[in-house]
C-alpha cells in the first residue's frame, strides 16, 4: 500500500489550500479516509475523516465550519480543503488508510493501518 500527500505549503492567514492524498495498492472503496495533522511538540491528532460509503463524515471540532474532506474514489484520492487558515493549523498532515472512521476511530492514529509520509503546512500570521 502506498499513499502519498501532495498540495502542502506556506499561506498566510485567512488563506485557504487543498491537500491531495492518492493511495494505491488497496481496494480504496474499502477503506475510510482520514487526515490528521502533528504541530511541533505535540500529539497526531484526527481533525477529519470520511467512511467508505461517503455517508459518515467527522471533523475535529478546531476545524469544523473551515475543512472539506472529500474523495474521489476513480481517482482513489482524498482531498482536504482547507480555508480560513490560522497560525494554529501549522503542522505536518498526514493521510492515512486502512482504517475506519465509526465509533471514535478515526481520533485514534492507531487504528489506521497505511500512513502517507506527510506534508507541511505552514500558516503565516
Known amino acids: 500500500v502506498q499513499v502519498v500527500e501532495s498540495g502542502g505549503g506556506l499561506v498566510r492567514a485567512g488563506g485557504s489550500l487543498r491537500l491531495s492524498c492518492k493511495a494505491s495498492?488497496?481496494?480504496?472503496?474499502?477503506?475510510?479516509m482520514g487526515w490528521y495533522r502533528q504541530a511541533p511538540g505535540k500529539r497526531r491528532e484526527g481533525i477529519a475523516c470520511?467512511?467508505?460509503?461517503?455517508?459518515?463524515?467527522y471533523y475535529a471540532d478546531s476545524v469544523k465550519g473551515r475543512f472539506t474532506i472529500s474523495t474521489d474514489n476513480a481517482k482513489n484520492t482524498v482531498y482536504l480543503q482547507m480555508n480560513s487558515l490560522r497560525a494554529e493549523d501549522t503542522g505536518m498532515y498526514y493521510c492515512?488508510?486502512?482504517?475506519?472512521?465509526?465509533?471514535?476511530?478515526?481520533?485514534?492514529?492507531?487504528?489506521?493501518?497505511?500512513w502517507g509520509q506527510g506534508i507541511q503546512v505552514t500558516v503565516s500570521s
Open positions: 492515512a488508510t486502512e482504517g475506519l472512521c465509526g465509533l471514535g476511530r478515526w481520533k485514534r492514529p492507531s487504528e489506521y493501518g497505511s
Open positions: 495498492g488497496l481496494t480504496f472503496a474499502d477503506y475510510s
Open positions: 470520511i467512511s467508505q460509503t461517503g455517508r459518515e463524515i
